[in-house]
């Protein structure tokens, strides 16, 4: 089974970017096994122009087509998530997210947007086919704190939030069947 971290973050060190490493420990603590994509090392020119047959697009769509499991994290800015997480999901096909089991989670400024996952994101998870949403995470900066060497610091509100979607994720996932279960042709 495939699972696949999406950074949406245009920074190199950012609070979602944070959030997101901190999700991917509590999967990894369940025994899941994750990869990780980062949108921001994609090339922009490329992104920009929907080049999908550049050779860094196409890997990026492939390990989306093979994940059984997203989380995606972003930045929420002015009420809607990243541009650079729009771009590349407008890159995905309209059926992009059938059949996988989706984990949004935002960081912003304040609790004012929270309603952007629901109002943005949700909307376009939905139309990419994904029928299976884990319960969201949201955080805002006093939830990730940057530490005193400069790196962000994530609550123990948001380590528990994480810990509960983990194990929404964990209990979702579809075990391999037993030998006498699998189907015969």
């Known amino acids: 089974m ?5 950074a949406a973050s245009p920074s190199p060190a950012s609070r979602s970017g944070s959030l997101l490493a901190a999700a991917g420990e509590r999967l990894k603590h369940l025994g899941l096994a994750t990869r990780s994509l980062n949108l921001r090392e994609l090339p922009g020119e490329a992104l920009l122009r929907a080049e999908v ?7 990026a769509l492939r390990l989306v087509q093979e994940a059984r499991v997203v989380v995606l994290a972003t930045p929420i800015y002015k009420a809607a998530y990243s541009g650079l997480l729009k771009v590349f999901l407008d890159l995905l096909p309209q059926d992009g997210f059938r059949h996988k089991l989706v984990w949004p989670l935002a960081s912003a400024g304040s609790p004012a947007h929270l309603l952007a996952l629901d109002y943005a994101l949700r909307p376009v998870i939905a139309a990419l086919g994904a029928r299976e949403v884990v319960d969201a995470v949201y955080a805002t900066d006093t939830q990730l704190p940057r530490g005193a060497g400069g790196d962000y610091q994530v609550s123990e509100d948001i380590l528990r939030r994480l810990g509960e979607g983990a194990a929404q994720v964990f209990e979702r996932v579809p075990r391999p069947l037993a030998a006498d279960e699998r189907c015969r042709v």
């Open 2 to 6: 495939s699972l696949l971290l999406i």
């Open 53 to 59: 047959e550049a050779p860094a697009l196409r890997e």
